[in-house]
């Protein structure tokens, strides 16, 4: 409904059932998915149907719920349930839109909005308010951040499941305007609560956004402006999959050497690209530069990437098959890489 509106592409779409049974949908050919909530497959189109639903808080975090759904729950009902107005609204079956709490003028006025005190009961949503903010480019309203604001300080945050805040992350991460998330975040004292290791990174966020570049690239500009300690901290802390949190430390690790890549000899480029495991790893290796001329936009890697070509050109096999001993070899190959930069530097040379 939301994006309908706005004009955009519909990804997907949400069926609410008003007036139904679980037994009913599943007389139907329904199939049931929902642990928590009750969630159906349409037996042709194996789209989601939800039961029309209402919440009430039984604890702390975002699972400390009991959900009533009978046939005698509205559809209004089940929208006040909703995290923002945007989010409320819907199609009747006549296609008449239902805005009991007027999402289409916050549309249109790009603000974000909650729809009852009922949004503090959820942590996860200050999450996705500043989720939302980065896909639209929207604010947030004052009283929203003030809420936002109440349930931080009401330790509200420290009950989210690490998995849950990496998702939401994720997802802020590869919308058009990563950088408002973090901005939000901060604005209500969610950055400095849940992530106190990153600094501000707004600039090439955007740049890599604006690059259409890949989740562990954003990422990896994150990672820019830490630690290895504070990038390992943060990416135990809230379990960050293998591949962002690998390129997230190449970063770490290959910054001393990338911010000097205009005036690296042979020996050290060479020693940059066995660290960042460029030759067994090219293409994170081209997301590794990738991070950084968004970090750092007056680098230079010309020299860099003509002699990782030069070097990959060697074959290391043949060293290998002629060098006798074992234990030779990888001096071996490294004489010959070396060799191999020295030449793509050298006037008329490979660059």
């Known amino acids: 409904m939301r994006d309908e509106l706005l004009g955009l592409p519909v990804a997907d779409r949400d069926w609410v ?21 009750p969630v159906f497959l349409h037996p042709q189109t194996q789209e989601e149907y939800a039961l029309a639903r209402t919440e ?14 009978a046939p005698d729950v509205t559809l209004e009902q089940d929208l006040a349930r909703r995290d923002l107005t945007i989010n ?16 289409k003028r916050d549309l249109e006025d790009g603000v974000l909005r909650h729809v009852s005190e009922a949004f503090a009961e959820d942590p996860v949503r200050i999450l996705r308010a500043a989720r939302f903010a980065a896909r639209y480019d929207f604010r947030i309203a004052d009283e929203t951040l003030a809420l936002m604001r109440h349930m931080v300080a009401s330790g509200e945050t420290d009950d989210l499941v690490a998995e849950r805040v990496w998702q939401e992350l994720a997802k802020g991460l590869g919308e058009p305007h990563p950088a408002r998330m973090f901005e939000a975040l901060e604005q209500c004292g969610g950055l400095a609560r849940l992530f ?45 999959p293998v591949e962002p949190r690998e390129l997230a430390l190449a970063v770490c690790r290959c910054k001393p050497l990338l911010v000097s890549a205009a005036s690296l000899d042979a020996s050290r480029i060479l020693r940059l690209l066995k660290q960042a495991d460029a030759f067994r790893r090219p293409e ?18 010309g020299r860099i990437e003509a002699a990782h070509a030069a070097a990959s050109g060697v074959d290391a096999g043949a060293i290998a098959r002629a060098a006798g001993e074992a234990a030779r070899i990888p001096a071996r190959i490294d004489a010959a890489r070396e ?13």
């Open 17 to 37: 059932v008003v007036g139904a049974t679980p037994e009913e949908l599943v007389a139907a050919g329904f199939r049931p998915v929902g642990k928590d909530f």
């Open 56 to 69: 009430r808080k039984s604890g702390r975090g975002y699972k400390g719920f009991v959900v009533h759904a």
């Open 88 to 103: 409320a609204m819907a199609r009747d079956e006549a296609g008449r839109l239902v805005d009991p709490f007027h999402g």
């Open 196 to 240: 106190p290791e990153l600094r501000p990174c707004a600039d090439a966020l955007e740049r890599a956004a604006s690059a259409h570049a890949s989740l562990c690239v954003r990422f990896a500009c994150l990672a820019w402006c830490m630690s290895e300690a504070e990038v390992l901290s943060f990416c135990e802390r809230w379990r960050v």
């Open 284 to 301: 994170r290796f081209a997301q590794l530069l990738d991070a950084s001329r968004f970090s750092q936009p007056g680098l230079d890697f």
């Open 339 to 351: 060799q191999a930069i020295r030449q793509s530097m050298s006037p008329g040379g490979l660059a």
